[in-house]
């Protein structure tokens, strides 16, 4: 019953607010005829007056010029603000205070008219006259320049975006609201609400699209992170009855193609999924449109989020926001590949980056796995559009520096050594190219010397923290390419890359979208002799070793032969067997 009851009364609000024009007519006009009314009724001095003692002839021609300025600029400002502010007519339509004052004028104006009648047929109506000329029309006139003025404020697209986010933000406070609950039980009721969450988001995404001023842009990207985060906060204080998608939302143009319904119902980020797609459409507009800062915030804007979700403890959302950041992240790929451009790849690195280190100190220690495990593979993808693009080969460092910042942070928090090691398994992977016919490398492609200085910092910060069983991997894998380099060579290179980590500053001298921070400056130089001696050793073993293992391929080249020629000639045998005539 009481569901009934609360519908009922949403359906007389819901009347009213979708009838506003029609409300606003009502109320003006209760409130100019029943100010005639009352002021008929109580001033009995007027009938001492002349008529002739009060001009009211000029009346009917004053409002109607209110009436024709005020409705002459609204037509102007209106049309012409509509040509880039989308559906700016309709939020107009639903702005209380013009209705109102609209009204105001048409109505008030009407009354004049019939107040000049009436008083040259009967004296008696002079009071409406009098009310008419000395309240009315002096209202009007005092606000009607600070009405246009308001009318030209509410056309700027920082107020339509701001009023859009308001009422949105209004709503999504509203959900916990025992009163909603109750009523996301009616289906008719959980839809709407559905639906007008998503008609406002939509709004924004157009608006995104029209706008062509950086301030309102952000400011839609921005909102959209405020109601998603505001959203996630209320979510578990949400009747759940809310997360089970209606039709309006499952026809919505953003999950047209989309089939995986039940499970958006059953992790319950239907709403999340709406507001990753328009930041991921709008990032895609701007790294179009080489609007680096914007495409930035958008991936910026995708970390808040992911953050919020953190705090929580959301970890459906979480994941949804790793594969959102693998999407972004693929979109930035073949941009930067086609236009050669490597600036989005390196912000978007800064942002991954610390989400990872955010889920590592959270102790989302899978998750933390998994996102770094892709943070490997696109490198190691990126690597190989470095023929093609050499400005990807920068951009590897760039996702090594990432790489090697979490492995220090999971260090200095005590982390299991294990995951450590998996971790610091999956950054010496990075320069690593599977799938690549080496021959077809050049050498100073294959083994990327960034990521080598990268590895080699990392490793004098283990040597720092007494950890020599990673200063041991690192230098075990530094120890392969060896094999490519030749021994000359490769000592010179190590030589080299060791002499440029104790010349680096913690300053570079041009600055980038992320300061001029070096990526490659260690603060660790004074082991940088210790790592050459360790390494050195490592070189001569190694080389120890191979003359050994020359001669035992040798000898295990003719046992293997020999063992093969062996079972090939006893297949033979069993083949002929097999057809050999039965005696």
Known sequence: MKLHILYFCYKVINFILTNRLFISFIIISAFVFGTDFLFTTQWNRLQEFSPTTIGIDFAPEVWLSLLSLVLGTLIIVISIASQNLPKLVDL?????????????????????????????????????????????????????????????????????????????????????????????????????????????????????????????????????????DRYIILKPHINPQFFLMGQEVRTDISFRTTIEFEELERSRIFYEQKCFRLLNNAYTQFIEKHEFDLASLCVSEIYRVGITAISIGDDHLIDTTIVRFNTILRIALKHGTRNNEARNLYNFAFHYGNFISNLVHSQKIEQAKLSFHYLRLYGTEIFKYGKTSPVMYFIVD????????????????????ALQSELLFEMLQVDSLPNFMKDDLDKGQFVDNGVRTLQIGLALFYLKNDRPEFVERIINDIIDDLEYWGKESFCRLIEMTCKHLQLFNHHFWEDTDRGNLNIYYTPYKDYIDQFQALLISRIRLYADNSLELDHQREELSAKELERILGRFHEQMLRYLHRFSPEK
């Open 398 to 417: 760039v996702f090594a520096a990432e790489m090697k910042k979490i492995l220090m942070l999971a260090h200095e928090l005590n982390l299991d050594t």
């Open 92 to 228: 107009y339509m639903q702005d209380w205070q013009s209705l109102f004052y609209v009204w105001f004028l048409v109505l008030a104006g009407t009354h004049a008219v019939l107040a000049k009648v009436r008083v040259e047929e009967d004296r008696s109506f002079l009071a409406s006259a009098v009310l008419n000329d000395c309240l009315f029309l002096p209202l009007a006139i005092v606000l009607v320049f600070p009405y246009i003025y308001y009318i030209l404020r509410c056309t700027k697209p920082v107020t339509v975006i701001e009023r859009i986010f308001s009422s949105h933000l209004q709503q999504i406070n509203l959900l916990p609201n025992p009163y909603v609950s109750i009523l996301l039980n009616n289906p008719q009721f959980k839809s709407a609400y559905q639906s007008r969450l998503f008609a406002s988001l939509n709004q924004l995404d157009n608006l995104l699209s029209y706008v062509t001023l950086k301030e309102a842009q952000a400011q839609i990207i921005e909102q959209i992170t405020e109601l998603v």
